[in-house]
Structure formats: structure tokens, C-alpha cells
């Protein structure tokens, strides 16, 4: 029998190659709540959902289901609704004479945003999508817009409008030439706004479609080159084809704002002239609320409810939820 030291051999306590070993604690502490009132997803449910279905239920459902009420009453914000009406203010919204025009220009402005802005934004996406410091200064110059809160750039742009002391008469007189009014007349306010829309937005698109795009696989792009596929043909054919899904997404997201469009307006040119530039909301706003006529805003906003649902339903039943091969 040997020795280490003065201890005999047989009694030395083996040791690991890998180190001492540690015995195993249960966990206790934050680990341990954490675990005992996390762990289990029904009481999650239990704790957050009341909370988010009171807020929800305040500061969504109500107002939707008031508005709905003001719809079948005469009623002018003041006392109890008393005077029914039934589907009266439905038939007055449908007959009043600005509210085709306000149907048009918000037809107009999806047109402008599918066929003008999304292709520009598109198009913007697949020239800035290498990432350098040069690329990220014009990404941020054409995002700064979207950032500019809309009555602000409503406000902006209604002075470079200005016939008298805005950016347009002034280039005007640099040219020689003596250009309209254009937020004074009728033909020209529409495409004054069209403008200011497509400047405003254009870069929300971009960034979608910039990060759907440097999301698609490097070596997809490589093996292309690799077989000689031109770039054209590698932007119609496998870029394209592949940010399809975020292509949905920026057309849903032009429709809805389109309906919806109201900040740029009132700032810009406030629905005129003569009412010519009025969209949906800003019909509401101008016929319904400032005219204390609440029960014929109830029925514009019904309506429009009605087809925001309606769309929004539509479009992921029919493409959202369609698998693209």
C-alpha cells in the first residue's frame, strides 16, 4: 500500500478530470415565482387580459357603439338624444352633393398611393438596399417625411403653396411664368395633395420593402449570378417574387390610410376650394362635427366603418391567406 503525503492511498477521494463536481440546488427566489406564476399560461390570461380587455373595450367598443347611436338621432351633441330618426341621416349622407366628391378623392388617393407611391418606394428600396454610410444617408432623408407629424407638414406645404408668398410663385417668377393658385383652384388642389402624399408616405413603404428584401437569402442571389442571370432578371424573378408578403402588407397599409386620410387635409387646404378636396373623414369632420350635427357624422362614420371592415376582411381572406407558389 502506498502513501500520498501522509494519507494512505486507498483513502484519497477521486477527482473528476473535469473539475470538482457541484451537487444541484433547487432554484429558488425570482427563478421560483417566476416559474410558479409564468409557467402556467392560464394564469398569464387571468392577469393581462381583464386589463387589456377593459382598455380596449373604453377606449374602442364604446365610442364605436355611441357613434352608432348618434346615427339614427337628429342630435347636436347637447342633452339627451331625443329625436329619433331612424336611417334618415343614412339617406342624407348618401344624397349630399359633396359627398361624391369626397368618395372620388379618397378613390383618388388609393389610385396615387398603388400606381404612384408603392412603385416609388419600390423602386427606391432595390437601389438603396446594399448597406454604407452613403446608402443610410438618403434611406434617412427619404424617411425624415413619415417622421414630420401631418398637420405639421400639412402646415409646411401650405405655405410653399402660397400664391403670394410661397416656394411656387416665387419659382415661378424665377421662370417668368405666372402659375396658378393651386390651393385656390379646383383643378389643381387635388394633385397639389396627391404630391404632398406621396412625398409624406413613400418612405414607410421603402423600409418595408428594404427589409423584406436584405431578409432573402444571400446564396439564392449568388447561384443566380453564378448561372448569369441578368440583374433585371433577378429583380423580376426571385427579388420581387420573394418580398410578396410585404408587398400585401404596403398596399393594406395604402388602402386603409387612404380611407382614413384626414391630418394632411385640414392643415393643407381645409377642404376647399368649394369643397373640392374634401376625402371621407374630412367630410365627416367639416359636415358632422363643425355643423354640430353629430348624428349625420355618426352615419359617415358608420359607413365607413362598414367598409374598412368589409376591405380588411375581404383582402385577408382572398390574398393574406393565400399561399404564392
Given at each position: 500500500m502506498t502513501t500520498i503525503g501522509n494519507r494512505p492511498q486507498h483513502l484519497t477521494r477521486p477527482v473528476s478530470p473535469t473539475g470538482p463536481t457541484v451537487s444541484a440546488r433547487p432554484e429558488r427566489g425570482t427563478d421560483t415565482l417566476k416559474r410558479r406564476f409564468f409557467g402556467n399560461s392560464s394564469v398569464a390570461l387571468v392577469l393581462f387580459i381583464p386589463v387589456t380587455l377593459g382598455l380596449f373595450s373604453?377606449?374602442?367598443v364604446m365610442p364605436m357603439i355611441e357613434a352608432a347611436s348618434f346615427s339614427f338621432y337628429n342630435w347636436n351633441g347637447f342633452g339627451p338624444m331625443t329625436k329619433f330618426v331612424g336611417l334618415d341621416n343614412y339617406e342624407d349622407?348618401?344624397?349630399?352633393r359633396h359627398f361624391s366628391k369626397a368618395v372620388r378623392n379618397s378613390f383618388l388617393v388609393i389610385a396615387v398611393s398603388l400606381f404612384v407611391q408603392l412603385p416609388l418606394a419600390l423602386w427606391a428600396a432595390l437601389a438603396l438596399t446594399e448597406n454604407n454610410w452613403g446608402v443610410n444617408v438618403i434611406r434617412t432623408l427619404f424617411f425624415l417625411p413619415y417622421m414630420l407629424a401631418e398637420?405639421?407638414?400639412?402646415?409646411?406645404?401650405?405655405?410653399v403653396y402660397d400664391g403670394n408668398y410661397g416656394?411656387?410663385?416665387a419659382v415661378g417668377d424665377t421662370l417668368g411664368v405666372s402659375l396658378p393658385f393651386v390651393l385656390g383652384d379646383k383643378f389643381w388642389v387635388m394633385p397639389a395633395i396627391m404630391l404632398v402624399i406621396v412625398w409624406k408616405y413613400f418612405g414607410f413603404h421603402m423600409m418595408i420593402y428594404i427589409a423584406a428584401l436584405q431578409a432573402i437569402p444571400k446564396d439564392v442571389i449568388e447561384a443566380a449570378r453564378l448561372d448569369g442571370v441578368s440583374r433585371w432578371q433577378i429583380t423580376r424573378y426571385i427579388r420581387i417574387p420573394m418580398i410578396r408578403s410585404a408587398i400585401l402588407i404596403t398596399v393594406f397599409f395604402a388602402i386603409i390610410g387612404a380611407l382614413q386620410l384626414f391630418d394632411l387635409i385640414i392643415p393643407l387646404s381645409g377642404g376647399g376650394p368649394s369643397h373640392s378636396s374634401h376625402t371621407i373623414v374630412s367630410f365627416l369632420?367639416?359636415?358632422?362635427i363643425t355643423r354640430m350635427k353629430l348624428g349625420f357624422g355618426g352615419a359617415v362614420s358608420v359607413i365607413l366603418f362598414i367598409v374598412c371592415v368589409a376591405f380588411t376582411i375581404g383582402y385577408r381572406r382572398f390574398l393574406m391567406s393565400r399561399r404564392w407558389d
Open positions: 373604453l377606449l374602442v349622407v348618401v344624397t349630399h398637420v405639421a407638414a400639412g402646415l409646411m406645404w401650405r405655405f416656394l411656387v410663385p369632420y367639416q359636415f358632422g
